[in-house]
């Protein structure tokens, strides 16, 4: 009898734990700093996802810089985010210049930008470019201009205004990596290096700026519909097409107002779809969780989630391996 109780109660105890971590979930959600009057800049604001990013904030109230290199493409894209302002008062700025270049003219633009726009509350670093084809096919200089832009042009602008950030006691900074910075798949050696230091970068710095107030958000889009997107697709090896296919494709919409969201939230991973998720659960490791409710299910999954990315991985292997034999058998 005695034994019956303690089991209904720890039965409870479970229920009331989930029930307490499924509001504490909700609560957070409702809780989203207000965008209204903050300044938001945006590398690569001209095109795909930062573009939509930088429409999405500026419907929340935000003053944008986009920061891009084209002088056209930046024009039109602060048009259309001049669409999307929602006030008189709301400004948004273009900034032209190379991601990939110097420190020093990456700081000195940043600086001019807070001058006019007012300091950056939140940084999205969202410039970068894809590398796609065999090791032994990659020229050296994409291999170093691919390094310099994702992983130099997101660690520079984010060294420029963390300082800012840090005093301030509040701010945001949002790395976008790829599911390509959870698994390293077949075409992807210079792309996946980049976006695997990345995703270490926004670990550390993730550490660094807690105490300070600021949160650090790694965004892990899956496959998504942008000028870059289709560009990588000509150059894609079919090995790389066919194991690519079983991850998931969004829109640069779906992809922003989940990051922004995400970001809001100061959650770590912004994922989105079902399969980035559990990818994000397989590598969590030393990543903090943003709920309760996140780590009691990471806690539960892990163990049959490994063995599905084991499955995953095995069939990949197999598609790779059978393109090579298929080739041979061609020659
Ligand atoms: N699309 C996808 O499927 C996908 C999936 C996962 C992750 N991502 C990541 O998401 C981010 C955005 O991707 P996207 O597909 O939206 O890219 P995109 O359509 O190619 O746009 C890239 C943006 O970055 C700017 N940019 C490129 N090189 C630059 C440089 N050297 N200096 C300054 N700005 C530069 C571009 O403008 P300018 O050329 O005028 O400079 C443009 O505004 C990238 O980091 C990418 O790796 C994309």
């Known amino acids: 009898m005695l034994c019956c109780l303690s ?7 479970v229920i009331a734990g989930f029930a307490v971590m499924l509001i504490s979930h909700f609560v957070r959600r409702k809780s989203r700093p207000s965008l209204n009057g903050k300044h938001i800049l945006i590398t690569g604001g001209s095109l795909g996802i930062g573009r939509s990013f930088a429409i999405e904030a500026a419907k929340r109230g935000a003053n944008i810089t986009l920061v891009a290199r084209n002088m056209n493409n930046l024009q039109a894209a602060a048009a259309d985010v001049q669409k999307a302002v929602i006030g008189p008062d709301q400004k948004v700025a273009c900034l032209s210049m190379d991601l990939s270049g110097n420190f020093e003219e990456i700081q000195k633009n940043i600086k001019s930008a807070e001058e006019e726009n007012g300091p950056i509350f939140m940084l999205v670093n969202c410039a970068g470019t894809s590398l796609c084809g065999k090791l032994e096919d990659l020229k050296d200089d994409d291999i170093k201009y691919v390094t310099h832009l994702n992983v130099l042009g997101t660690i520079l602008p984010t060294k420029a205004v963390i300082t800012g950030m840090k ?100 959650k770590f991973y912004s994922t989105v779809g079902l399969e980035c998720a559990l990818a994000s659960y397989i590598c969590a490791g030393f990543t903090p969780p943003f709920t309760a409710l996140e780590a009691f299910l990471q806690f539960f999954s892990i163990g049959f989630l490994r063995l599905f990315a084991v499955y995953i991985l095995d069939k990949m292997d197999r598609i790779v391996t059978d393109c090579k034999n298929k080739k041979e058998k061609q020659k």
């Open 7 to 13: 089991l209904q109660n720890v039965g409870l105890g």
């Open 167 to 266: 005093e301030r006691g509040e701010g945001k900074v949002i790395v976008v990596a790829s599911q390509a910075a959870l698994i390293g798949v077949y075409g992807f050696c210079g792309y996946s290096a980049t976006k695997f230091a990345v995703r270490g970068f926004a670990e550390a710095l993730r550490m660094e700026a807690k105490p300070y107030g600021v949160t650090v958000t790694l965004a892990l889009p899956p496959d998504t519909d942008t000028p870059g997107f289709a560009e990588e697709q000509k150059h894609k090896p079919e090995e790389c097409r066919l194991v690519s296919e079983e991850a998931g494709f969004s829109t640069p919409e779906v992809v922003a107002t989940k990051m922004l969201d995400d970001a809001l939230d100061g």
